[in-house]
């Protein structure tokens, strides 16, 4: 078992990233259009940073920039099951295609890029995790956060983030039916307790990205989410 505060979060889908529309999502779900033109707002970057921003490190620095402007320098959890899939797919095909490869793509295609890039554009060189972890990549994250907490840091910024995959993989990915990020800053308490349990039945799988589920229990439209994946069952619990 662990105990967190969730102190603020913000999150980003295509059309919905403003407390409104994710209030209006969370009351009555709908799945939007994972259209290419519809991007994050990253404008508060330089022009010369965004033109290095993947899709889907738009969508992590559109959620995590506005929280991490309340606070100083403190560490960060990313997570992502699928990561830079579609940068990896192009350099495949370049290879195919008998092309020589782009180091700076290929150095922007490995996972850990996005909090690279954080931490230069941030200037922040605290402890930096990036995470590529099954179904449940947020428990994950979450147990990262806390240990970090457990540390001594007073509070943890965690990002997941999933976006479109190529195509050819998309038979095989259910998980992702449209982009999506969600950020939150965590710190010690126990607004929060996520606990394990190996014994318990498997859940019934979500229509919902499961980050997006706990969006909905901290709007107040969802119950507690219980989140299964290869036999380890989560129960998220909300101090009363």
């Known amino acids: ?48 940073q965004r033109r290095r921003l993947s899709p889907l ?11 991490a402007e309340d606070h100083g320098p403190m560490p960060l959890v990313y997570a992502s099951r699928h990561g830079e899939t579609p940068r990896n797919y192009e350099l495949l095909c370049e290879l195919a ?4 490869l782009s180091p700076t793509q290929f150095s922007l295609s490995v996972h850990n890029a996005i909090i690279g890039l954080w931490s230069i554009m941030r200037g922040d060189t605290s402890e930096m995790s990036a995470l590529s972890a099954e179904a449940d990549g947020l428990e994950h994250a979450l147990l990262e956060a806390c240990a970090l907490l457990d540390e001594g840091a007073p509070r943890v910024l965690l990002m997941i983030t999933e976006g479109v995959q190529p195509e050819p993989y998309q038979p095989w990915i259910d998980d992702a039916p449209f982009p999506y990020a969600l950020a939150l800053v965590i710190s ?7 606990t394990l349990d190996s ?3 498997a859940t019934e799988p979500s229509t919902w990205p499961h980050a ?8 107040g439209d969802a119950g507690m ?16």
């Open 97 to 100: 295609r008998g092309e020589e």
């Open 199 to 201: 014994a318990a039945g």
């Open 188 to 194: 010690p308490g126990r607004q929060w307790r996520l």
């Open 57 to 67: 490190a738009r969508m992590a620095f559109a959620v995590a920039w506005p929280l």
């Open 212 to 219: 997006l589920n706990l969006v909905r229990a901290l709007l």
């Open 225 to 240: 989410p219980v989140h299964s994946c290869r036999g380890r069952h989560w129960h998220w619990h909300a101090a009363p």
């Open 1 to 48: 078992m662990i105990e967190f505060n969730i102190d603020r979060w913000h999150a980003w889908a295509p059309g919905i990233d403003s407390p409104d529309t994710w209030s209006r999502w969370s009351a009555a779900p709908w799945q939007p259009p994972a259209s290419p033109d519809l991007q994050p707002d990253v404008s508060f970057l330089p022009a010369m």
